[in-house]
Protein backbone atom coordinates (compact mmCIF):
# COMPACT_ATOMS: atom_id res chain seq x y z
CA UNK A 1 0.00 0.00 0.00
CA UNK A 2 0.79 3.38 -0.40
CA UNK A 3 3.27 5.35 2.53
CA UNK A 4 3.15 8.12 4.20
CA UNK A 5 6.80 9.07 6.03
CA UNK A 6 7.00 11.60 8.53
CA UNK A 7 10.22 12.45 10.25
CA UNK A 8 11.07 13.16 13.43
CA UNK A 9 9.58 10.32 14.68
CA UNK A 10 10.39 12.65 18.01
CA UNK A 11 11.56 15.83 19.23
CA UNK A 12 12.52 17.51 22.89
CA UNK A 13 13.22 20.92 22.10
CA UNK A 14 13.42 24.28 24.82
CA UNK A 15 10.65 26.61 25.17
CA UNK A 16 10.66 29.64 22.87
CA UNK A 17 12.58 27.67 20.17
CA UNK A 18 11.24 26.22 16.30
CA UNK A 19 10.10 22.74 15.33
CA UNK A 20 10.05 21.16 12.09
CA UNK A 21 7.85 18.38 10.89
CA UNK A 22 8.56 16.54 7.51
CA UNK A 23 5.74 14.87 5.88
CA UNK A 24 6.33 12.54 2.50
CA UNK A 25 4.32 10.94 0.66
CA UNK A 26 6.91 7.97 -0.81
CA UNK A 27 5.02 6.31 -3.81
CA UNK A 28 2.05 8.26 -4.59
CA UNK A 29 1.27 12.43 -4.99
CA UNK A 30 -0.59 14.12 -2.62
CA UNK A 31 -2.35 17.53 -3.60
CA UNK A 32 -3.33 17.60 -0.13
CA UNK A 33 -2.03 16.58 3.20
CA UNK A 34 -3.43 16.92 6.73
CA UNK A 35 -2.40 17.58 9.88
CA UNK A 36 -3.55 16.30 12.78
CA UNK A 37 -2.76 16.75 16.74
CA UNK A 38 -3.31 14.00 19.29
CA UNK A 39 -3.27 14.73 23.48
CA UNK A 40 -2.85 11.56 25.49
CA UNK A 41 -6.25 9.18 25.92
CA UNK A 42 -7.82 12.12 23.16
CA UNK A 43 -9.16 11.24 19.71
CA UNK A 44 -7.02 13.01 16.65
CA UNK A 45 -7.79 16.24 16.18
CA UNK A 46 -7.46 18.07 12.42
CA UNK A 47 -5.17 21.15 12.81
CA UNK A 48 -5.19 22.31 9.38
CA UNK A 49 -5.46 21.19 5.94
CA UNK A 50 -2.06 21.77 3.27
CA UNK A 51 -3.01 22.36 -0.14
CA UNK A 52 0.23 22.18 -2.71
CA UNK A 53 1.11 25.59 -4.29
CA UNK A 54 -1.09 27.34 -1.61
CA UNK A 55 -2.21 28.63 1.92
CA UNK A 56 -3.19 25.95 4.36
CA UNK A 57 -6.65 25.74 5.33
CA UNK A 58 -6.83 25.91 9.36
CA UNK A 59 -9.14 24.98 11.56
CA UNK A 60 -11.05 26.88 14.23
CA UNK A 61 -8.99 27.72 16.83
CA UNK A 62 -5.67 27.11 15.07
CA UNK A 63 -3.40 29.66 15.32
CA UNK A 64 -1.78 29.48 11.59
CA UNK A 65 1.20 31.98 12.45
CA UNK A 66 1.90 29.27 15.44
CA UNK A 67 1.58 25.97 13.17
CA UNK A 68 3.32 26.99 9.74
CA UNK A 69 2.35 24.86 7.26
CA UNK A 70 4.15 24.55 3.58
CA UNK A 71 3.28 22.32 1.01
CA UNK A 72 5.96 22.96 -2.07
CA UNK A 73 5.46 20.08 -3.86
CA UNK A 74 3.11 17.23 -4.62
CA UNK A 75 4.38 14.58 -2.24
CA UNK A 76 6.23 16.90 0.59
CA UNK A 77 4.45 18.97 3.24
CA UNK A 78 6.28 20.74 6.68
CA UNK A 79 4.48 21.27 9.57
CA UNK A 80 6.63 24.19 11.60
CA UNK A 81 5.66 24.46 15.39
CA UNK A 82 7.11 28.22 16.08
CA UNK A 83 8.02 29.50 19.31
CA UNK A 84 7.24 26.28 21.07
CA UNK A 85 5.38 25.97 24.35
CA UNK A 86 5.40 23.18 26.71
CA UNK A 87 1.64 23.26 26.12
CA UNK A 88 2.24 22.25 22.66
CA UNK A 89 3.47 18.84 23.80
CA UNK A 90 1.71 16.30 21.49
CA UNK A 91 1.56 13.67 19.15
CA UNK A 92 1.35 15.04 15.58
CA UNK A 93 0.57 13.49 13.57
CA UNK A 94 0.16 13.74 9.08
CA UNK A 95 -2.00 12.06 6.49
CA UNK A 96 -2.68 11.79 2.67
CA UNK A 97 -4.57 10.66 -0.30
CA UNK A 98 -3.49 9.99 -3.55
CA UNK A 99 -3.96 12.52 -6.21
CA UNK A 100 -5.67 9.45 -8.05
CA UNK A 101 -7.56 5.90 -7.71
CA UNK A 102 -8.29 4.98 -4.23
CA UNK A 103 -10.27 7.19 -2.09
CA UNK A 104 -8.75 6.74 1.23
CA UNK A 105 -6.05 8.44 3.38
CA UNK A 106 -2.51 6.95 4.33
CA UNK A 107 -1.40 8.15 7.84
CA UNK A 108 2.57 9.28 8.47
CA UNK A 109 3.81 7.12 11.77
CA UNK A 110 3.10 10.55 14.00
CA UNK A 111 5.94 12.57 15.78
CA UNK A 112 5.85 13.04 19.95
CA UNK A 113 6.77 16.70 20.07
CA UNK A 114 7.97 17.48 23.99
CA UNK A 115 8.78 21.10 24.80
CA UNK A 116 10.68 21.56 27.98
CA UNK B 1 -18.56 14.81 7.99
CA UNK B 2 -21.64 12.23 8.73
CA UNK B 3 -21.42 11.94 12.82
CA UNK B 4 -21.01 8.22 13.98
CA UNK B 5 -21.86 6.82 17.55
CA UNK B 6 -19.28 3.94 18.85
CA UNK B 7 -18.97 1.93 21.96
CA UNK B 8 -16.38 3.17 24.22
CA UNK B 9 -14.59 0.00 24.46
CA UNK B 10 -15.23 -4.03 24.06
CA UNK B 11 -13.10 -6.92 24.54
CA UNK B 12 -12.59 -9.82 22.66
CA UNK B 13 -11.06 -13.55 22.97
CA UNK B 14 -7.64 -14.25 21.18
CA UNK B 15 -9.22 -16.16 17.85
CA UNK B 16 -12.48 -15.28 18.41
CA UNK B 17 -14.48 -12.92 15.56
CA UNK B 18 -14.21 -8.92 16.72
CA UNK B 19 -17.90 -7.01 15.78
CA UNK B 20 -17.32 -3.54 16.39
CA UNK B 21 -20.46 -1.74 15.86
CA UNK B 22 -21.17 1.88 14.17
CA UNK B 23 -24.14 3.81 14.24
CA UNK B 24 -24.18 6.68 10.97
CA UNK B 25 -27.60 7.43 11.41
CA UNK B 26 -26.87 10.81 9.56
CA UNK B 27 -24.77 9.65 6.98
CA UNK B 28 -25.93 11.10 3.33
CA UNK B 29 -25.89 8.73 0.22
CA UNK B 30 -22.80 10.10 -1.33
CA UNK B 31 -20.74 9.12 1.76
CA UNK B 32 -18.76 6.15 2.59
CA UNK B 33 -18.22 4.18 5.77
CA UNK B 34 -14.35 3.84 6.55
CA UNK B 35 -13.01 1.89 9.25
CA UNK B 36 -9.09 3.06 10.69
CA UNK B 37 -7.30 1.66 13.77
CA UNK B 38 -4.89 3.27 15.70
CA UNK B 39 -2.14 0.96 17.79
CA UNK B 40 -1.06 2.73 21.05
CA UNK B 41 1.71 6.07 19.70
CA UNK B 42 1.36 4.67 15.85
CA UNK B 43 -0.12 6.83 13.38
CA UNK B 44 -3.70 5.29 12.56
CA UNK B 45 -4.04 2.27 9.73
CA UNK B 46 -6.45 2.19 6.88
CA UNK B 47 -8.82 -0.58 7.19
CA UNK B 48 -11.42 -0.81 4.95
CA UNK B 49 -14.72 1.03 3.69
CA UNK B 50 -17.59 0.25 2.34
CA UNK B 51 -20.66 2.92 0.36
CA UNK B 52 -23.39 0.48 0.37
CA UNK B 53 -22.59 -3.39 -0.23
CA UNK B 54 -20.33 -5.44 2.17
CA UNK B 55 -16.87 -5.35 1.69
CA UNK B 56 -13.84 -7.49 2.60
CA UNK B 57 -10.33 -7.35 2.75
CA UNK B 58 -7.53 -9.32 3.96
CA UNK B 59 -7.59 -7.23 6.90
CA UNK B 60 -11.38 -7.50 7.71
CA UNK B 61 -15.29 -7.53 6.47
CA UNK B 62 -17.20 -4.85 6.39
CA UNK B 63 -21.35 -5.30 6.51
CA UNK B 64 -23.40 -2.13 5.98
CA UNK B 65 -27.29 -2.57 6.33
CA UNK B 66 -29.65 -1.78 3.43
CA UNK B 67 -30.69 1.55 5.54
CA UNK B 68 -26.80 2.49 5.57
CA UNK B 69 -27.90 3.84 9.64
CA UNK B 70 -25.50 1.51 11.21
CA UNK B 71 -22.34 -1.06 10.30
CA UNK B 72 -20.68 -3.56 11.90
CA UNK B 73 -16.67 -4.01 11.25
CA UNK B 74 -15.55 -7.88 11.47
CA UNK B 75 -11.61 -9.07 12.13
CA UNK B 76 -12.44 -12.89 11.64
CA UNK B 77 -9.75 -14.30 13.92
CA UNK B 78 -8.75 -11.47 16.44
CA UNK B 79 -4.95 -11.50 17.47
CA UNK B 80 -3.59 -9.65 20.53
CA UNK B 81 -1.75 -7.35 18.04
CA UNK B 82 -5.29 -6.22 16.57
CA UNK B 83 -5.96 -4.61 20.17
CA UNK B 84 -6.38 -1.18 19.03
CA UNK B 85 -8.80 2.36 18.83
CA UNK B 86 -11.32 1.52 16.02
CA UNK B 87 -12.70 4.67 14.68
CA UNK B 88 -15.86 4.32 12.17
CA UNK B 89 -16.08 7.65 10.20
CA UNK B 90 -18.45 8.54 7.54
CA UNK B 91 -16.57 10.65 4.32
CA UNK B 92 -17.50 11.33 1.03
CA UNK B 93 -13.55 10.16 -0.42
CA UNK B 94 -11.66 11.67 -2.59
CA UNK B 95 -7.78 13.52 -2.25
CA UNK B 96 -9.35 16.73 -0.43
CA UNK B 97 -11.57 15.29 1.49
CA UNK B 98 -10.53 15.56 5.41
CA UNK B 99 -11.85 13.23 8.23
CA UNK B 100 -13.17 13.90 11.42
CA UNK B 101 -12.25 11.07 14.16
CA UNK B 102 -14.55 10.99 16.74
CA UNK B 103 -13.57 8.76 19.93
CA UNK B 104 -13.99 5.51 18.57
CA UNK B 105 -13.64 2.15 20.19
CA UNK B 106 -10.80 0.49 22.49
CA UNK B 107 -10.92 -3.55 21.52
CA UNK B 108 -8.70 -5.30 24.09
CA UNK B 109 -7.78 -8.59 22.69
CA UNK B 110 -7.45 -11.02 25.56
CA UNK B 111 -4.89 -13.80 25.56
Known amino acids: GAVVSQHPSWVICKSGTSVKIECRSLDFQATTMFWYRQFPKQSLMLMAT?????????EQGVEKDKFLINHASLTLSTLTVTSAHPEDSSFYIC????????????FGSGTQLSVL | DAKTTQPTSMDCAEGRAANLPCNHSTISGNEYVYWYRQIHSQGPQYIIHGLKNNETNEMASLIITEDRKSSTLILPHATLRDTAVYYC????????????FGKGTLLTVNP
Open chain 2, 89 to 100: IGGSGGSNYKLT
Open chain 1, 95 to 106: SASPRTGVKKLF
Open chain 1, 50 to 58: SNEGSKATY
